[in-house]
């Protein structure tokens, strides 16, 4: 009897492991021929999801055997590529930049606050307004110059209530996460980051108003009608936002894409004002070290979000980049950092009343420091079936030099 269940977990495991089909390649401009970074790749069928890498690959794994794929990227035809049955990996897609007819660029004679302010009264309209709850995967890197100092990865839970309700109520739980980092004393950072998991939560300008989109915000910026851009077969407004200067507090800028025909917005690429260093460090740190300086160069985030077939605009994608110097007291130079956090949403798990909101010590805390969360890694198969971001080939061969230097 030992014997027969042996037999029959092995054959589970068999079944199992079969049923999942791997879909990767490399995406690149059917004209340049240069990779393209951070397209949007769904498998239709599967509703999974990820994003094309720094280097332009893919790899997203599905439990079925999915017959299509579909590709989006802001300023390109949306690719519906059939996959073939044994045919789904290292696959060469391109995709076709798609020019805007000059009849279409009449809307920049539009007033473009107040398409702003019309897109911010439609969110209710355009956004879920029921709770729901999104398995996602995280990734955080940090350098010193070129070199990469640490990286940690995690795949979260993602609670999100209406977006009607408070983002207060929203939180993120680690589902399982690893890390590694430097041995050198001199990478050491010592310095304590805003961002983590959580941030898709802060940085969700159509849920948290107070980012960006108040009243209050919008009265110190000044706006300006760009040249439309296409997203999906569809076309956008694309409105340029300028904080003016002489603000008390530090504040963000950049382009907002909203869909012309549902004035959704569906993606936000900003940028922190840091002309005042010292109150741009205010907003970027919680604490520092005493005799460190810390001085900001860059802070930037880029929003992107995806309408589902009912209509329903629902956040996909989020990457937060931030640049700075560090010098101790009587350093002679400062040490160049580069820190990027990325999180795509790979898969919708419950919705309205089934969504569970994350409870006990997996949930993670605004307040809370990523890599003080997980572990250090060195296992090849640790993600097993989950879909993750590719790595980009720079990544992977620091991930090697910083196993080497643990083992």
């Given at each position: ?287 520092k070290p005493l005799g460190l ?114 083992n």
């Amino acid at each position: 009897m030992k014997r027969l269940i042996t037999i029959m977990a092995l054959i589970t495991v068999v079944l199992t492991t079969s049923g999942q089909t791997t879909v990767s390649g490399i995406v690149t401009d059917r004209k340049s021929g240069h990779p393209l970074a951070h397209v949007s790749i769904l498998l239709e069928g599967e509703k999974i999801h990820t994003v094309t890498n720094d280097d332009g690959h893919f790899t997203v794994t599905a439990t079925n055997s999915p017959k299509s794929v579909r590709l989006t990227h802001i300023g390109y035809k949306t690719l519906h590529y059939r996959l073939t049955e044994g045919k789904t990996e290292g696959l060469k897609l391109t995709l076709v930049p798609n020019s805007v007819q000059l009849s279409e660029i009449v809307v920049s004679a539009e007033d473009p606050l107040q398409i702003v302010k019309t897109a911010i009264n439609r969110i209710e309209n355009n956004y879920s307004q029921e709770s729901e709850l999104v398995r996602c995967f995280y990734r955080e890197t940090a350098r010193r110059g070129s070199r990469f100092i640490s990286i940690a990865e995690a795949v979260t839970d993602m609670y999100k209530t209406g977006y009607s309700k408070d983002a207060r109520f929203d939180a993120v739980a680690i589902l399982k996460g690893r890390r590694l980092m430097s041995m050198k004393k001199a990478d050491t950072l010592g310095v304590k980051i805003q961002g983590g998991p959580v941030m898709p939560l802060v940085v969700d300008v159509a849920k948290n108003p107070d980012y960006l989109l108040n009243d209050d915000l919008l009265a110190l910026c000044t706006f300006r009608m760009e040249q439309p851009a296409v997203i999906d077969d569809r076309l956008h407004y694309v409105v340029s936002v300028t904080p003016r200067r002489n603000t008390e507090f530090p504040m963000m800028g950049g382009l907002l894409y909203i869909d012309q025909q549902t004035l959704a917005f569906s993606r936000a690429e900003l940028q922190l004002d840091v002309s005042d260093w010292r109150r741009a460090s205010e907003y970027m740190l919680v604490r520092k070290p005493l005799g460190l300086h810390f001085r900001p160069k860059e802070l930037s985030v880029t929003v992107v979000y995806k309408t589902d077939e009912q209509g329903i605009t629902h956040m996909s994608y989020v990457r937060n980049e931030m640049r700075f110097n560090c010098n101790w007291k009587r350093r002679l130079f400062a040490s160049p950092f580069t820190t990027v956090s990325e999180m795509v949403v790979t898969n919708r798990l419950q919705q309205g009343r089934d969504a569970q909101r994350p409870r006990g010590r997996s949930s993670f805390g605004i307040k809370e420091r990523f890599y003080d969360r997980v572990e250090y890694f060195d296992d090849p198969d640790f993600w097993a079936g989950y879909n993750i971001i590719e790595p980009t080939e720079s990544l992977e061969n620091a991930i090697g030099k910083l196993k080497k230097k643990h083992n």
